[in-house]
């Protein structure tokens, strides 16, 4: 039996495979999408995974560090080092700085830990180039996206930064790159003040009081303990906010990326209805151009049944071909991208399953016009 | 009855109603016989291919009945639902132009009806290349219509018409997109049919010159078929 939508595809086979490879870079934009909104997950859960904390306590009523900002003394961690299941305790700092970077500075979040401490927030894994702080002042370890390497200087503040490690993948929650300085140079980056403005306060008679602080002590628990109840001891006893590991990431996921990845949702779906009626449109427009010879099929007695699986079948394949090249052209394009795009399989199959619904609904409209076309039309006129 | 391929009797089509009434045929009564090669004559819409259309299963008339063959196919209201079938089945179509499915080479669109029916691929095939030796242009059955010439196209178009070995050719100015020498040799063609595979055939013509080489004449004259003879006159023409 002859095949009649593979006959016409292979007539128009140029033609046939433009279009499905304009409706594929469509598809190809839905799949980085989905994997710009996947990226923002990973993006914020890499400072969480590296740390590996069980708890962050952070100041009271906060959601801090990274939703909220958190200020708490540093000395918290020795009083929560010997609370009952508690591992170890380290203080952390988090700020933006801007390092200064030709043509421009490059904005990225510095993490301030001890070099000496037992919390590492450096994971060994991304280090691509020397080392991790060895020593508590004027080193920094600094990630690929910087543009610095091993052995640079940086000038922050009033020090310069020596350069003795380089990390590939680490970003904060927002996808700033990761720089990390020892908890001290943290500090005083943080609280350093020039002359003039340390002249001023003395006037006013105060005193800097903050360069102590740090935006949140992150713990390890003892392993047979319940971490939800060492959590729970440190609200009691040191009217702090505690969050599990599992809490933090709710907080960062829900809180932070949430508004974004459903702006990022609506685009996706926005796309997808675009990329359905564009299919319908190409298919009404092929199926309007062999109107004549449909009528013709119609008046000599092929059944409606060969035309409609003719359309159907042109349908589905130019929906499938589209999710091919879309899927060639995402991961030809995606490198690109200045943010962490992720595309996983999953979603490339729940794409797929999504262009073969479209391409049906599309090919619905196709087949409305070959069961009205008049077989009478294709004579005399 | 034994040799009537189509009959009609008393057959009215109206368009519209009320005020835009048009009565097109009003009580045709006519029949044509297996193996007869009819010419339908008449006026610029005085309804020839509407009559065509509805001999053919395609308009439904107004009243009256029809046969094709030995089967009643419409007596006030069509008797089968399966029309398309019918026309597969029993009828093969001629066009002004060839109208051959462009995406399909010459073979396939001859073997397109065949196989439809559910003959099989290879017998069809078979059948199809018979009928393009008949015609001259078996070398042709790889080519697409479009690497053919206008007389190359309206023999494969014909070659389509008999591939379901059909009872009646329905033929609308078969040779209306064609010169005087192949028109002629189109409807020396059609009469061969006619006469060798016992086919009837109606062809709508306005050419007179093609009307000595048919068997007789249908005219629609105030809204009634009028059968005549080719007349000594016509058949010196």
Known sequence: ?381 | MENVAIKVENLVKHFGQGDSLVRVIEGADFQVNKGELVALVAPSGAGKTTLLMMIGCVEEPTGGAIWLGEEKVYDNKWLTKEQRKIRREKIGFIFQAHYLIPFLNVIENVTLIPQTNGVLEKEAKKIAMELLEYFAIADKAKAMSSQLSGGQNQRVAIARALANKPQIILADEPTAALDSKRSVDVVKMLKKIATEQDVAVIMVTHDEAMLPLCDRILTIEEKKVVSKEVSEETAIL
């Open chain 1, 1 to 381: 039996m002859i095949n009649l939508a593979q006959k016409d595809v292979k007539h128009t086979l140029g033609k046939f495979l433009v279009t499905a490879m304009g409706v594929g870079m469509l598809l190809g934009i839905v799949l980085i999408m989905m994997g710009v909104y996947r990226g923002m997950m990973v993006d914020a859960e890499v400072l969480l995974d590296d740390i590996k904390a069980d708890l962050w306590v952070v100041q009271e009523d906060t959601l801090g560090p990274f939703a909220e900002a958190s200020r708490i003394h540093e000395d918290l961690k020795d009083t929560i080092r010997v609370i009952d299941g508690i591992k170890s305790a380290e203080a952390l700092t988090f700020q933006n700085i801007q390092l200064p970077q030709k043509p421009k500075p490059v904005r990225v979040v510095a993490v301030g830990y001890d070099p000496f401490g037992t919390v590492n927030p450096i994971n060994p894994e991304r280090l691509v180039a020397g080392h991790g702080l060895t020593k508590d002042h004027y080193q920094i370890v600094v990630s690929d996206k910087t543009g610095f390497k091993v052995g640079d200087t940086i000038h922050l503040v009033r020090n310069d930064y020596h350069v003795v490690g380089v990390t590939h993948g680490s970003v904060s929650s927002g996808a700033d790159p990761l720089v990390y300085v020892s908890l001290k140079d943290a500090q005083e980056l943080q609280f350093s003040y020039t002359n003039n403005r340390i002249r001023s306060d003395r006037a006013r008679g105060f005193k800097n009081s903050e360069a102590t602080m740090v935006n949140t002590i992150v713990a390890r628990v003892k392993p047979g303990y319940d971490v939800d109840a060492v959590a729970q001891d440190i609200r009691r006893f040191k009217h702090k906010s505690v969050y599990t590991a599992a809490q933090q990431k709710t907080i960062l996921t829900k809180n932070l990326v949430e508004r974004a990845s459903k702006q990022i949702g609506m685009f996706t779906a926005i796309l997808i209805v675009v990329s359905t009626i564009i299919i319908a449109l190409i298919i009404y427009t092929m199926t309007l151009e062999k109107m004549k010879e449909i009528t013709i099929m119609k008046l000599v007695g092929i059944p409606n049944s060969m035309i409609i699986k003719m359309i159907a079948q042109e349908t589905l394949l130019l929906g499938f071909l589209a999710f091919i090249f879309g899927n060639i052209f995402s991961h030809l394009i995606y490198s690109k991208f200045p943010k962490r795009v992720v595309l996983l399989i999953p979603d490339a199959w729940t794409l797929f399953i999504v262009v073969i619904i479209a391409s049906i609904l599309a090919s619905l409209v196709g087949i409305r016009k070959v069961i009205k076309a008049d077989p009478a039309s294709a004579i005399g006129g």
